[in-house]
């Protein structure tokens, strides 16, 4: 049996304004790496809101891999020289996790109507909430995309823009499934 030391919650390294990077590099708070693997964190906490709620299996199995990747996809955004990702298996994002989130957008697509116009925010409570998760998602992304693409691995930017359109066919499963109309602009 492995016995760890416990951490504390509290360095006091962050008293004056600023993080480290995983390289060891010192940086300001609102720095734009900071400020991008930040929204990620935004986002999975709102993912675990949306979990703490209430959802069926399949979806919430789904969530609760997407946090998995989301702390993966914060670490490589918090790793700029790349030191992590070869060491540290879970802090990796591949294709296949892309064709992942491909998948379980096709399998849910398939039992909803098809768009025709773009939809109203809303619907039922937890549908909501994946909307406003979405809208989340895409702060980060466009967070991401301005730190330039020679600073963050391609892999990054395509896992959030397919999670972002997975999170709104969420919403409109869940919408569906609770019998709560969609409302078009």
Partial sequence: MRVTESVKIYTKTGDRGETGLFDGTRVAKSDARVEAYGDVDELNAWLGLARANGLEQDLDDMIGQIQR??????ALLADPRKKIAAR??????????????????????????????????????????????????????????????????????????????????????????????????
């Avoid at 990747?69 to 914060?74: E, K, N, P, R, Y």
């Avoid at 996790?97 to 937890?126: M, N, Q, Y």
């Avoid at 395509?158 to 019998?179: H, K, M, P, Q």
């Fill in 88 to 185: 540290v298996e879970k802090a990796a994002l591949a294709a296949d996790d892309v064709l992942r989130l491909e998948g379980w957008i096709d399998r849910l697509e398939s039992a909803l109507p098809p768009l025709r116009r773009f939809l109203l925010p809303g619907g039922a409570a937890s549908g909501a909430r994946f909307h406003l998760a979405r809208t989340v998602c895409r702060r980060a992304e466009r967070r991401i995309v301005s730190l330039g693409a020679t600073e963050v691995d391609p892999i990054v930017l395509t896992y959030v823009n397919r999670l972002s359109d997975l999170l709104f066919v969420i919403a409109r499963a869940i919408n569906r499934r609770a019998g709560v109309p969609e409302y078009e602009w």
């Fill in 69 to 74: 990747d989301l702390f993966a996809l914060g």
